[in-house]
């Protein structure tokens, strides 16, 4: 189901999966994918519907989890998971589904809560870019700047631009139909006890204080953590100390 970018040679050490976040790729997570597989092997996933992976009706937790067991269990039936916004919700779920897959979670600002600040904004302004005025890249982040999308995002969703095939790599009306799914986090009546991080940035909103009761009841292992200076997209605002903190929490 899912397309994958493999970083690196197996080791003795439990592989990385790396589970992206809405509208997102597996081709974000380049540079920290490669930096961590000096000491083991990183599999960075294209999540359904999006990039070079199945594009499908249904997108919701269950689902998104189902799709990363199947690559666990391709690689070897254990890894430690990584995932970032909603591929962390689907990280939790995995966990919380499939708990003999995962040996350690990383969950990189987000929390196993609904949401109601909805995505739909970008959809709707992906949906706006003229492909007929695309030559290149900087053609669409111009569109987008008229859109009202803030340059670092426009550098981030023009990842899944296909200029030659003039389309995005992002199946917009499915993630449309779904954002409801995408925003909530499943009821489930189970816990996982594996050394969990949940890792945020420091300026961000998406993990507040009064969500850490939930996440210690469907997580009691979870350890919390800030990258000082960072919002949501932290990888990408803070990517050496992000990388560390990540290294430190898997190698302990």
């Known amino acids: 189901m899912l397309n994958t970018i493999i970083h690196g040679e197996p080791t003795a050490r439990p592989p990385l999966v790396i589970a992206h976040g809405l509208y997102g790729s597996a081709r974000n997570w380049g540079v920290i994918a490669r930096r961590l597989s000096d000491q083991r092997q990183v599999v960075a996933v294209d999540m359904r519907n999006h990039a070079y992976s199945a594009w499908d009706a249904c997108h919701d937790y269950p689902h998104l989890a189902q799709d990363i067991a199947e690559v666990i269990e391709r690689i070897g039936g254990t890894a430690d998971v990584l995932g970032h916004s909603m591929g962390g919700k689907a990280a939790m779920t995995l966990a919380l589904q499939h708990g003999a897959l995962v040996n350690k ?8 809560v609904k949401y109601t600040h909805s995505q739909i904004q970008f959809i709707e302004a992906m949906r706006a870019v003229d ?6 890249r900087s053609d669409a982040e111009q569109q987008l700047t008229e859109q009202g999308v803030e340059k670092a995002l426009q550098s981030f969703f023009t990842q899944s631009l296909d200029i030659k095939g003039k389309r995005w790599l992002l199946n917009l009306d499915v ?22 991080l949940f890792l945020s940035g420091a300026e961000s909103d998406y993990v507040l204080p009064e969500h850490r009761a939930k996440i210690r009841a469907l997580f009691p292992g979870a350890r919390f953590a800030k990258i000082p200076g960072a919002g949501h997209w932290l990888h990408a605002e803070k990517p050496r100390e992000f990388e560390a903190a990540v290294r430190t929490f898997l190698n302990a």
Do not use: K, T, Y
Request: hydrophobic residues 55%; charged residues 15%; aromatic residues 8%.
């Open 105 to 112: 979670l990383v969950v990189a600002d987000i929390a196993p």
């Open 131 to 136: 492909f007929s005025r695309i030559a290149r």
């Open 175 to 196: 993630l449309a139909d779904q954002m409801p799914n995408i925003m909530g986090f499943p009821e489930l009546d189970a816990q996982w006890q594996g050394p969990a």
